[in-house]
């Protein structure tokens, strides 16, 4: 999963920073999320999920469809 959303960002060129200010979050609390340091909340995996116009499976891993 952690992969998968780093991915997600840097395919649409966006750094850490812009993407946490979009989530409404400051950019070391997101990044723990990229390295697994932290655990992704439901809220901001529906929001990424969103974001990405991808479903939380593939996030999480369950498929490969995006």
């Known amino acids: ?3 998968r959303i780093r991915f997600l960002r840097e395919d649409k060129n966006m750094s ?8 409404g979050m400051s950019q070391t609390g997101y990044s723990k999320y990229e390295t697994g340091e932290n655990d ?3 809220t901001i995996l ?8 991808t479903s939380v499976d593939y996030i ?4 490969d469809k995006k």
Do not use: C, H, N, W
């Not at 529906?46 to 116009?53: E, H, M, S, V």
């Open 40 to 42: 992704v909340p439901t």
């Open 46 to 53: 529906l929001k990424l999920a969103d974001f990405y116009g």
């Open 60 to 63: 999480l891993g369950r498929t």
């Open 16 to 23: 850490q920073k812009q993407l946490a200010s979009i989530l």
């Open 1 to 3: 999963m952690y992969e």
